[in-house]
């Protein structure tokens, strides 16, 4: 309500300026030149039913363009706009390529095409998620397109260039490279990206496709290497280095097929830590490395069990990672994960030629295309507990539709989730945006403490609970503990909460083992936290606590609390109290409904989803062997 109210008060405002104003016909820096917004400006200003734009072509220095406007006034032109490539992928004999264009010319009925050996290639809307929100309402969205362009082996040069037909009329686009999976970047100049038998690069608003002889390859790279050594900057001669190691060492790694795996680094006990556990060994042609922080209590585990986790930010690390064949991941944006934002990927991506699988860390049943889509991290597995996060990632938004990529395994992580009651209490909310401070270096590494995070309301709720007298009362009379664990994102805020002698807190960093917490306690209490899903997978009681005063942390996607939660509802403190009061005295156990709901939930409840994970990664290891030229 107070959003309608405020777009009323925009409106209104929006009557008394003048278009020309408005839409910043004079260009100034301090207002907005992105034509989206001027759209949406003339939106809230006249209603969408009323605002028409015209289209008119022209002779331009640099060729045929043409203008779209709102009645006289500039809205935007053609030839500033990119056909903007977010993913580049070889697969049997295909160039995959995946990205996004701007939709404000689908007014005019427009129609975008990729022109390849004289055939074009129809861009389609694939409705993936590509909105920009304000107020979490979408202002607009880009189109979304997916291309599958079949190479001719027998061509020894064949070129992809982009155009926009509009009122009969074709113009060619530029081209950019906006993500770390385009394989190829617009600076450095001479990049290219290297794969089976061919070698692309940008050339004048197109993409060139040769095979990849000697003499090619070699030539492309002198000119890369000279151009880093022009430059002059400190980020190039470091990157001039790599790829020098990166071509000696080449030889040796080449002759590996590799997977590299990793959690969060400054944490373990995650899936991929179970996957590399349960195949770590095994005689089966692959190379396997676990990636994670040094100075960490599970990589310290790890080594006393006999294995060798990979050091996070090592140079064999740098190395593996450009070499890898697979790297399965348990969140989301793989490239920061291991060192690279989008300035510094584009000194190695055109070298990368490895697909990413995810292996999830929470599931995936709530609206977070935002994150979860195929395109954020090029995935070509994704690994599932339940057929409902099945529904929902099979929606348009995720972009998954139509590709073999969701597979009902189980998750990794539940391998371990055997119970070992101990009679405890497990409190385990999630987090919210605002009260943790953003990343300031790496996704590797813990958020920082937020001296602000006391004044929230998040913690008031939570401190209140935790010293709540008659819970208190409650789990010494029946003879429980109570801890109350803290997200990883919350964790450097421990010493803020109030401490008592009947509850412990715990932050879940360093030598905090999931599985064992979650094995020993006997019901859990959350808001939203993914961890629900380990717990409810035993078989446990699960009592959900949706605060009035506290906005949820997600949308509901496909799974909904009321007619699928594991456990009851509560919206006050006292009456969570109460609840978890009675479950005690009766011995804390799963009440029938609500085990009926888990056991619709899962599509497996055994202790064999590393092994079905493993069969899979190894079938989609035979795609990569062809594709890499490699003998089956």
């Excluded at 699960?542 to 996607?557: M, N, S, T, W």
């Excluded at 056991?599 to 590393?610: A, E, G």
Aim: charge should be positive; glycine fraction near 6%; charged fraction near 25%.
């Amino acid at each position: 309500k107070s959003l309608e109210e405020y777009l009323i008060l925009v409106h209104q405002l929006f009557l008394e300026i003048d278009d020309y104003y408005l839409l910043n016909q004079d260009e100034l820096p301090y207002i907005t030149k992105n034509p989206e917004i001027r759209c949406m400006y003339l939106r809230i200003k006249y209603g969408k039913e009323n605002v028409k734009y015209n289209y008119y072509a022209y002779d331009s220095i640099e060729g045929r363009d043409i203008d779209m406007r709102f009645k006289e006034f500039l809205i935007s032109t053609l030839s500033t706009h990119r056909f903007t490539i977010n993913v580049m992928n070889y697969v049997n004999g295909k160039i995959w390529i995946d990205g996004s264009l701007i939709s404000i010319f689908q007014h005019s009925d427009v129609q975008f095409y990729a022109l390849f050996n004289d055939k074009k290639y129809i861009v389609e809307d694939t409705d993936a998620y590509s909105l920009t929100k304000y107020f979490g309402v979408p202002g607009y969205r880009r189109l979304t397109y997916h291309l599958e362009i079949p190479l001719d082996e027998n061509k020894k040069m064949q070129r992809i260039t982009f155009y926009a037909k509009i009122q009969g009329e074709e113009f060619q686009m530029k081209i950019s490279f906006a993500n770390h999976w385009a394989k190829l970047s617009k600076s450095p100049r001479y990049s290219y990206w290297r794969f089976n038998k061919y070698l692309c690069h940008h050339a004048n608003n197109g993409i060139n496709i040769k095979l990849a002889t000697k003499t090619n390859v070699l030539k492309r790279e002198i000119q890369f290497q000279l151009n880093l050594i022009r430059n002059h900057k400190k980020k190039d001669f470091k990157a001039l280095g790599f790829r020098w190691l990166y071509w000696i060492t080449h030889p040796y790694f080449k002759k590996q097929k590799i997977w590299l795996m990793l959690d969060k680094l400054y944490k373990g006990g995650d899936s991929c830590e179970y996957l590399y556990r349960y195949c770590a060994n095994f005689e089966d042609g692959i190379t396997k490395y676990y990636l994670i922080n040094e100075n960490t209590i599970d990589y310290k585990n790890l080594v006393k069990d006999g294995y060798k986790p990979l050091k996070n930010g090592s140079l064999k690390h740098k190395l593996v990672f450009v070499n890898a064949d697979i790297v399965l991941i348990t969140n989301s944006h793989l490239f920061p994960f291991n060192g690279y934002n989008k300035g510094t990927s584009k000194y190695i991506r055109g070298l990368c030629n490895f697909g990413s699988m995810c292996l999830q860390h929470g599931l995936s049943v709530q609206k977070c295309a935002i994150a979860q889509r195929r395109i954020i991290d090029n995935t070509m597995m994704y690994f599932l507990a339940s057929k409902f996060e099945y529904d929902n990632l099979s929606k348009h938004a995720y972009g998954y539709k139509g590709f073999d990529i969701l597979k009902l395994t189980g998750i990794g992580r539940y391998d371990g989730l055997k119970n070992n009651d101990k009679k405890q209490i497990l409190l385990s909310p999630t987090w919210r945006m605002y009260n943790a401070l953003p990343v300031t270096t790496s996704e590797g590494e813990q958020r920082g403490y937020n001296p602000e995070f006391k004044n929230s309301l998040y913690f008031h709720v939570y401190n209140d609970l935790i010293n709540n007298e008659k819970l208190i009362a409650c789990a010494k009379k029946y003879g429980y503990k109570i801890k109350f664990l803290l997200h990883p994102i919350l964790s450097s805020q421990k010493d803020d909460f109030t401490p008592n002698s009947e509850l412990e807190v715990i932050p879940s960093v360093g030598d905090l083992s999931y599985e064992k917490i979650l094995t020993e306690s006997s019901l859990m209490v959350t808001d939203y936290s993914g961890v629900q899903f380990d717990f409810a997978y035993m078989r446990k009681p699960i009592v959900y606590f949706h605060p009035e005063v506290l906005p949820p942390h997600y949308d509901d996607g496909i799974f909904f609390y009321d007619s699928m939660g594991f456990g009851e509802i509560c919206t006050k403190s006292d009456q969570l109290v109460d609840v978890l009061c009675d479950y005690m005295r009766k011995g804390c156990n799963m009440k029938d409904m609500y085990r009926e709901r888990a056991d619709n939930f899962y599509v497996y409840n055994d202790h064999n989803n590393c092994e079905r994970i493993y069969k899979e990664i190894m079938k989609y290891q035979k795609q990569v062997d062809i594709d890499k030229l490699r003998k089956k």
